[in-house]
């Protein structure tokens, strides 16, 4: 294993010091492990926290900032954070106006964040939940009951942020993250594994030529294991499995994803592919993201993910952010 760290234990709390070297428009809470809005909550404003496990940089601490989340919860390499942590986000940023938690569908993230949410009622905090379970591969895994949350949380954070940042009240901000998940579906290509710190050695291992079909953010299973075909053909397949799922239609906004070790000149390949893939059903792309947004450590491949936007839904997509990986508008 060769890692560009001082200590597999420290991993997680030496990034943190490094994002709060990087970023003085955050506030992060080295003990707690909590990122937060340097400066505050904002009166009368809805609150948005949202976490996992980290290693899938830059979700969930570089979307925190204005028009996205207020908090973030990064717990130990692909590792829920506790409920202790999530506590301590939600006392963060209430500001009056309740909190919302945007929580992927990974059980230990859904069972903490119950318990955080239980806890921050006791305090009269108003807490509401919106599950993120976008991803079309599998129905169950190693991970879930039901569906993985991924690439859909970027933007389910960044529309739900939007509108909270416009002071509208939890119902509406909650209502509006949950009809992106609704429209949203993804599907993940690993071209090879990744190597959690602590573990030392590779999550899975696949042959020089194999492919895994339909994989998790945490190195599980997929559909299959394949050959190594040509990007369009590798394409097709994910967006088969999204399209047969919710069909592709009208105006969509697409995220191509790399997993954290794909060049981005093998992205823009692949988006080149889901744009003429998504052209080629009567679809048309009016929004897009291409790049690292919600990695997978150091695996090699690609996620897509396709949301059918409404004319709100984009408005609010356009809308003015200021975070550390998405900023625009301002």
């Not at 940089?57 to 692909?78: I, K, N, Q, S, T």
């Not at 500001?95 to 990974?106: D, F, M, P, Q, R």
Request: with cysteine; glycine share 12%.
């Amino acid at each position: 294993m060769k890692k560009l760290i001082n200590s597999p234990d420290s991993v997680v709390t030496d990034a943190l010091a490094g994002v709060a070297a990087a970023h003085p428009g955050l506030a992060v809470d080295i003990e707690n492990k909590v990122i937060t809005r340097a400066g505050g909550p904002t009166p009368g404003k809805v609150g948005l926290v949202s976490g996992g496990g980290s290693g899938h940089e830059p979700l969930h601490g570089g979307f925190v900032g204005y028009g996205m989340l207020d908090a973030a919860c990064p717990g130990e390499v692909f590792t829920s954070p506790v409920p202790d942590q999530m506590l301590v986000a939600t006392r963060a940023v209430n500001a009056g106006a309740g909190v919302l938690h945007i929580v992927k569908n990974y059980t230990g993230d859904v069972l903490n964040f119950e318990m955080a949410a239980e806890l921050a009622q006791d305090d009269g905090i108003e807490v509401v939940p919106v599950v993120v379970n976008d991803d079309v591969a599998v129905q169950d895994s190693l991970y879930t009951a039901g569906r993985r949350g991924v690439g859909a949380t970027v933007f389910v954070e960044k529309i739900a942020g939007a509108l909270a940042e416009r002071g509208a009240p939890i119902a509406d901000v909650a209502a509006v993250a949950a009809e992106v998940n609704e429209r949203s579906r993804s599907f993940g290509v690993a071209l090879t594994s990744c190597t959690v710190p602590a573990a030392g050695k590779p999550t899975f291992e696949l042959g020089e030529n194999e492919i895994e079909l339909g994989i998790g953010i945490h190195g599980e299973p997929g559909r299959h294991r394949g050959p190594l075909t040509p990007a369009r053909e590798v394409v097709a397949v994910a967006l088969d499995a999204v399209n047969s799922d919710l069909p592709v239609s009208g105006d969509v906004l697409v995220m191509v994803n790399g997993m954290g070790g794909t060049p981005l000149i093998e992205l823009y390949v692949i988006y080149n592919e889901v744009h003429k893939y998504i052209t080629g059903k009567g679809a048309r792309i009016t929004r897009n993201l291409v790049g690292n947004y919600i990695t997978s450590l150091e695996m090699q491949g690609f996620s897509v993910t396709v949301c059918q936007l409404t004319d709100a839904l984009t408005e609010l997509w356009d809308a003015a952010v200021d975070t550390p990986a998405l900023r625009w508008g301002r």
